[in-house]
């Protein structure tokens, strides 16, 4: 919170001239200077400005689920109303067929969204589970990949992988999300 | 510094850094940036911290940033040209590293153990009271004191 002139002057006047103010007034300013700052809050920001990951999969569980539902419910609402005014075809009457001859593959929730720009060599993995990227990752540094903790396997994530970084690095950066250890020994990938 | 490690330092620290930028700088937003700062350069420096020397480190970082800052804003309000301020940093480190000097030439034992408990440590207002055995109101007198001690002697143009 910025604070006004008159209160950094006030603060600086109440260390030059303590004797001029209450008790009371140093308590209370004493312990507004005390109060304890969100540090969980601090580091979310801190880590937003200097992370490219997402601090999505930081959320609990239950709060990524209300997320992608309220995400699908308006993009739902926006592609409804596209439709309707016409500047979106309507897939769904298009492709009737289709979707009656879909497998039970398609019918899975696949939320995920990888889009890979050519001229910069950055793959982006939108809310791809763990073992997705570490199998794409490992195909293309020549390594293998193990889970000795399959808990994380379907731990979805938002990353940024630029293929021109060596694969210590995207271990380093993997390893920034919280429940994510990986350890790269004799050319296997270990998620512990 | 790897991201993980910063983030362990981050957690443990930051509060007490924090408390300290605020003793000095008053503003919150002015002291998270502070500290921000601080692990900002971290992540992005070569320093590495053994573990002994962490907390020193950081504390150390945050009340010599804070004094920069006023030293900064004493320029601006004197007008002196940028470049001056460039030409001063120079010998503002110089000038930090007196300080502890000056704490152990010119204050009380009593305030030499208050600063450090303050801005070493990093501990609350109650905390040294409790530690020193006086009430919270006289540490907050000890700590006026020492600070505009050090304001006259460094920096005789602050507020």
Redesign the interface.
């Known amino acids: 919170?910025?604070?006004t002139k008159q209160?950094?002057?006030l603060?600086?006047d109440?260390?030059?001239h303590?004797e001029n103010y209450s008790?009371e007034h140093?308590?209370a300013?004493?312990d507004m200077?005390?109060e304890?700052?969100n540090?969980e809050l601090?580091?979310h920001?801190?880590?937003s400005?200097?992370?490219h990951t997402s601090i999505f999969v930081r959320l609990p569980w239950m709060r990524q689920v209300a997320v992608l539902a309220v995400g699908l419910l308006l993009s739902g609402v926006v592609y409804a109303i596209s439709v309707a005014v016409g500047w979106l075809p309507n897939i769904f009457a298009e492709n009737k067929t289709q979707v009656q001859t879909a497998t039970t593959d398609t019918l899975t929730p696949q939320a995920s969204a990888s889009t890979q720009d050519e001229e910069t060599e950055v793959r982006t993995f939108d809310n791809v589970p763990l073992i997705d990227i570490l199998d794409e990752m490992a195909e293309s540094y020549g390594v293998k990949v193990a889970f000795d903790n399959d808990d994380v396997q379907n731990v979805r994530l938002y990353y940024q992988w630029d293929r021109s970084t060596s694969l210590d690095d995207n271990i380093?950066?993997l390893?920034?999300f919280k429940h994510i250890h990986i350890e790269l020994q004799d050319n296997l990938l270990t998620v512990k | 510094m790897k991201r993980k490690e910063i983030e362990r330092l981050f957690r443990q620290h930051y509060a007490k850094m924090y408390r300290v930028a605020r003793t000095l700088l008053y503003d919150g937003q002015e002291s998270e940036d502070v500290v921000s700062d601080i692990f900002e350069n971290l992540l992005n420096g070569k320093t590495v911290l053994l573990p002994k020397d962490e907390e020193a480190y950081l504390m150390t970082s945050v009340r010599n940033m804070c004094f920069k800052r006023l030293r900064h804003e004493e320029v601006k309000r004197n007008s002196q040209s940028l470049i001056a301020m460039e030409q001063e940093d120079e010998d503002e480190d110089e000038r930090l590293a007196d300080i502890i000097e000056f704490v152990v030439a010119h204050l009380s034992a009593q305030e030499q153990r208050i600063f450090h408990l303050r801005f070493t440590d990093g501990n609350s207002y109650e905390e040294i009271a409790l530690s020193e055995g006086i009430s919270k109101v006289a540490v907050w007198k000890h700590i006026s004191h020492l600070i505009n001690e050090i304001k006259n002697h460094f920096y005789p143009h602050t507020l």
């Open positions: 919170m910025k604070t209160e950094r002057y603060f600086h109440m260390q030059k303590p008790a140093t308590e300013m004493m200077l005390d304890t700052p540090v601090a580091w920001r801190f880590e400005k200097h992370n380093a950066m390893n920034a």
